[in-house]
């Protein structure tokens, strides 16, 4: 069964450092999504992606993220100056059509921040 | 705005019994889809279930079932013979457009 890839599944970093999660969507989803969970709590919406550019992003996005997809596969969310606060669990997903249809979720990459 | 509440932080459930975890949620809209998520202790988010609006018939998945209440905006799950399996945080989703809107998860526990 087709399933999102995440990786790094851990990565621990300096304050400070810059980081890239990477994600590989299911090939023919066309939605792509970031979206980070603190522990212990809610999972939230980071950013949207479509047609190679942002669909929506949240007031958690701010300028210090951005998303990218370099080639036809991957999807990758930079955090440039990591913050200790930045440390959670990011999710990818992805999706066929937005408005309804299924998103599938990436098994996540647990970022902590020192 | 399109809002998803679970009023209950924490269910416990004895194995083989039934458990119902609630879900309300409030959106303008009149033809949408409604998930069920669960993320065990791996925290992997798997889909369980998913409820299309306009359909009047509850989906069910193997043991778990949903309750939809469209005119109240409920869409509360159950989950059937529960196994040890089971457990773990269960999220409620609304899509709303270009992203989904989660609960904040009812974490169930279940007894041997």
């Known amino acids: 069964e087709p399933e999102v890839t995440q990786t790094p599944s851990h990565q621990v970093t300096q304050m400070g450092q810059e980081v890239i999660l990477r994600c590989v969507p299911i090939s023919n989803h066309l939605y792509f999504y970031w979206y980070r969970q603190i522990l212990g709590q809610k999972v939230e919406f980071l950013v949207s992606?479509?047609?190679?550019?942002?669909?929506?992003k949240s007031e958690i996005f701010d300028d210090q993220f951005s998303v990218e997809r370099p080639d036809g596969s991957n999807f990758t969310l930079k955090i440039r100056s990591t913050k200790l606060e930045d440390s959670a669990m990011y999710f990818c997903a992805s999706s066929e059509i937005t408005d309804g249809n299924t998103i599938y979720f990436g098994e996540g990459s647990w970022l902590t921040v020192v | 705005a399109q809002t998803v509440t679970q009023s209950q932080p924490e269910m416990s459930v004895q194995e083989a019994e039934t458990v119902t975890l609630s879900c309300t949620y409030d959106t303008s809209e009149s033809d949408y889809y409604l998930f069920w998520y669960k993320q065990p202790p791996s925290r992997q988010m798997i889909l369980v279930i998913r409820q299309e609006a306009y359909k009047q018939q509850n989906a069910t998945e193997n043991r778990f079932s949903v309750n939809f209440q469209k005119a109240a905006k409920s869409f509360s799950l159950k989950i059937s013979d529960s196994q040890l399996g089971d457990a773990a945080m269960y999220f409620c989703?609304?899509?709303?457009?270009?992203?989904?809107?989660f609960g904040t998860g009812t974490r169930l526990k279940v007894l041997a």
């Open positions: 989703a609304y899509p709303g457009t270009y992203k989904y809107i």
């Open positions: 992606f479509y047609n190679n550019e942002i669909s929506e």
